[in-house]
């Protein structure tokens, strides 16, 4: 069965810009999280999605989104990029609603470096 | 509120020896806690998991975590370290129910030959 995946897994943009990250979850799997990955500041909880509707979100600036497809994949996009939104950042999927008890399945996540 | 605290950002070991890593939590309610690894490049692999139940958990790659609720701790154990456990290990916490994730800052092993 193949695992979470991500696209892309490097990305340039400049300030200013926007981007948009993509997360396919495992087959079958109808819930994804998304955290951000940094040195300073750890991993950190973006949002969470299940069943196209986000049901939970951390606490980042409204140029953070996401949204949740029928088909469960997810995409988050970043707008007016930052230099300190220079960030690893990780896709999670989970089968049932991704309560404590449901293990969640780490993509290798998108490198974002803002220049 | 709840955070997870691992308090050894950098950790060496002789290949062979044992490990163990900590890790504090401060949660409201029963928590669930689990331990991940990052290896370079990759992203998060869960390594066990605690829910209730036996105290001693047991993990993939022989790994294992005693949770202590007196202490508030779910310190993660290895009796013997292979250079291939050369990474980055990461304590967690489930927030409520959902599936947030509460991360510690993470430990670095290093591990000599």
């Known amino acids: 069965k193949a695992g979470v995946t991500q696209t892309p897994r490097y990305l340039i943009k400049t300030r200013g810009q926007q981007v948009t990250l993509s997360c396919s979850p495992i087959?079958?799997?109808?819930?994804v999280s998304w955290y951000q990955q940094t040195p300073g500041q750890g991993l950190q909880f973006l949002f969470e999605?299940?069943?196209?509707?986000?049901?939970n979100k951390g606490n980042f600036p409204g140029r953070f989104s996401g949204r949740q497809f029928s088909n469960s994949r997810s995409e988050m996009n970043v707008s007016t990029l930052e230099l300190g939104d220079s960030a690893l950042y990780l896709c999670?999927?989970?089968?049932?609603?991704?309560?404590?008890?449901?293990?969640?399945?780490f993509g290798p996540g998108t490198r974002l470096t803002v220049l | 509120a709840q955070s997870v605290t691992q308090p050894d950002i950098h950790i060496t070991v002789s290949e062979g020896a044992s490990l163990e890593l900590r890790c504090n939590y401060s949660?409201?309610?029963?928590?669930?806690l689990f331990w991940y690894v990052q290896s370079p490049g990759q992203g998060l692999q869960l390594l066990l998991k605690?829910?209730?139940?036996?105290?001693l958990v047991q993990g993939i790659k022989g790994f294992e975590a005693e949770f202590k609720r007196s202490q508030s701790s779910f310190n993660l154990r290895k009796p013997s370290v292979h250079w291939s456990d050369a990474a980055e290990y990461f304590c967690?916490?489930?927030?409520?129910?959902?599936?947030?994730?509460?991360f510690g800052q993470g430990t670095t092993l290093q591990v000599k030959p």
């Open positions: 999670a999927s989970s089968f049932l609603l991704a309560v404590p008890g449901d293990e969640q399945f």
């Open positions: 087959s079958g799997h109808r819930s």
């Open positions: 999605y299940f069943s196209e509707t986000q049901r």
């Open positions: 949660y409201g309610a029963t928590p669930y």
């Open positions: 605690y829910f209730s139940g036996d105290t």
């Open positions: 967690a916490v489930g927030s409520g129910n959902t599936g947030k994730l509460i």
